[in-house]
Antibody
Framework: QITLKESGPTLVKPTQTLTLTCTFSGFSLSTSGVGVGWIRQPPGKALEWLALIYWNDDKRYSPSLKSRLTITKDTSKNQVVLTMTNMDPVDTATYYC???????????WGQGTPVTVSS | QSALTQPPSASGSPGQSVTISCTGTSSDVGGYNYVSWYQQHPGKAPKLMIYEVNKRPSGVPDRFSGSKSGNTASLTVSGLQAEDEADYYCSSYAGSNNFEVFGGGTKLTVL
């Protein structure tokens, strides 16, 4: 059974850097074709894809956020870390991580972690 | 504004069928057979219902089906049940630069 869980601060100040950790079990990020992605959802709004890292360390970023995002993996710890710099109130959202295999969609998803950006 | 266009709402009575559309461009929906659909109940994480246009993950009822024509993908829910009431999001691979784009979501109401 694959499970993922996001962790990180619930409140960050504007201009600060957000660091989120996705801890997973039930699969290995060293297995060919496997990836972990990050998706966010502002309150009452739609999903927005942020970033994805593959087993071979191939990394993909949303073009609109690429300059602010960094995704890394620690295969030994079964963790993926997303950092987002220069946080703004518009970045207030629930942040999800999800398992991905090639381009077969994100399945399953973590429970999500809410992040509020406010001074 | 989301990259893929979905109707904000859809509805149907129990037992009926409803179809939700997802319109993109030749750079995403029309260019690849990598369209996914997600179901999201209030306060819950999204759940994959369809991948690669028309494939169902294990455990998803066959009442859910997907299709694509040109730049528009569709999700059809047949034999509507009360538990199908949720938000539905489409997504598509959009090439190596944009990679993945989502639709704005459709709220499905079971009357």
């Amino acid at each position: 059974q694959i499970t993922l869980k996001e962790s990180g601060p619930t409140l960050v100040k504007p201009t600060q850097t957000l660091t989120l950790t996705c801890t997973f079990s039930g699969f290995s990020l060293s297995t060919s074709g496997v990836g972990v992605g990050w998706i966010r959802q502002p309150p009452g709004k739609a999903l927005e894809w942020l970033a994805l890292i593959y087993w071979n360390d191939d990394k993909r970023y949303s073009p609109s956020l690429k300059s602010r995002l960094t995704i890394t993996k620690d295969t030994s710890k079964n963790q993926v870390v997303l950092t987002m710099t220069n946080m703004d109130p518009v970045d207030t959202a629930t942040y999800y991580c999800a398992h991905s295999k090639l381009l077969e969609g994100f399945d399953p998803w973590g429970q999500g972690t809410p992040v509020t950006v406010s001074s | 504004q989301s990259a893929l266009t979905q109707p904000p709402s859809a509805s149907g009575s129990p037992g009926q069928s409803v179809t939700i559309s997802c319109t993109g461009t030749s750079s995403d929906v029309g260019g690849y057979n990598y369209v996914s659909w997600y179901q999201q109940h209030p306060g819950k994480a999204p759940k994959l219902m369809i991948y690669e246009v028309n494939k169902r993950p294990s455990g998803v009822p066959d009442r859910f089906s997907g299709s694509k024509s040109g730049n528009t993908a569709s999700l059809t829910v047949s034999g509507l049940q009360a538990e199908d009431e949720a938000d539905y999001y489409c997504s598509s691979y959009a090439g190596s630069n944009n990679f993945e784009v989502f639709g704005g979501g459709t709220k499905l109401t079971v009357l």
